[in-house]
């Protein structure tokens, strides 16, 4: 709860004391579980070197026991960190695996979450339209599933991926939409730097007046007309 609500500092010695339990325990599968939350929780707090140690301990780990499940989710963390660090190529593979295996098992979420991180990847390598489409095909899960903060996060992809491809007041609609479901929902984004690398631009080529009232139309919307918006095509 700590670290979904952003204070990853906090969160760091529950997760540690819980790991070492389970390691006084032998239970090699809730060790995975933790290192996995351990990644996660230094990559929020932008230790990357850290994280992915802990990251390719955790899939280690569930190679050893046989858990595609716990592997699948500790393959989708570290591809987000490879693409953060900027390693795209080792990303896409990674996060290639974790789709096949999310397939396999039949976890949606987990499909979602792999398409929406894929979109990361080509967002950060400049390929817009290859984002565009990993977007797309995850839109329905995202509406069916009700999740605020999946809606939220996939709303911001959306909204980097229209200024990327010059669609500003597209953009500013979707940044609103999920500024609103993240209000409602009492769930801030982890890194509103990543977002603003993609707004700045395109908000700087029109006037303030039209950025603040697309903006505003966006931050208008409930949760229901959020979702009509991620998937209109214009």
């Known amino acids: 709860m700590l670290q979904q609500q952003g204070e990853s500092q906090a969160a760091l010695p529950l997760l540690e004391r819980s790991l070492a339990i389970w390691r006084d325990l032998g239970d ?3 060790q995975a579980r933790e290192l996995n939350s351990l990644g996660i929780t230094h990559h929020h707090l932008d230790e990357l070197d850290t994280s992915r140690s802990l990251l390719e301990d955790s899939a280690a780990i569930c190679r050893e026991i ?4 716990r592997l699948a989710a500790a393959l989708t963390n570290l591809g987000q960190l ?9 990303a896409t593979q ?3 695996e974790a789709l096949t295996i999310d397939r396999k098992q039949g976890d949606m979420l987990g499909v979602a979450l792999d398409q929406q991180s894929l979109a990361g990847v080509h967002l950060r390598a ?4 290859e984002a565009r489409d ?3 095909a995850m839109a329905g899960y995202v509406v069916s599933c009700g999740d605020p903060e999946l809606l939220a996060t996939t709303l911001e992809m959306s909204a980097a991926n229209a200024a990327q491809l010059g669609e500003v007041l597209r ?3 979707h940044a609103g939409a999920a500024e609103a479901v993240r209000q409602k929902s009492g769930i801030p984004i982890k890194q509103p730097e990543m977002l603003e690398e993609f707004l700045a631009p395109a908000r700087a080529t029109i006037a303030p007046e039209a950025w603040d009232a697309a903006l505003a ?3 208008a919307l409930t949760q229901q007309q959020a979702v009509a918006l991620l998937l209109a095509q214009d």
């Open 126 to 129: 400049g390929r817009a339209r």
């Open 217 to 219: 139309a966006g931050r």
């Open 171 to 173: 953009a500013a609609r």
């Open 134 to 136: 990993q977007l797309s």
């Open 66 to 69: 046989g858990s595609d499940m």
């Open 28 to 30: 090699r599968d809730q």
């Open 94 to 96: 990674v996060l290639q």
């Open 82 to 90: 490879e693409s953060d660090a900027g390693n795209f190529d080792r």
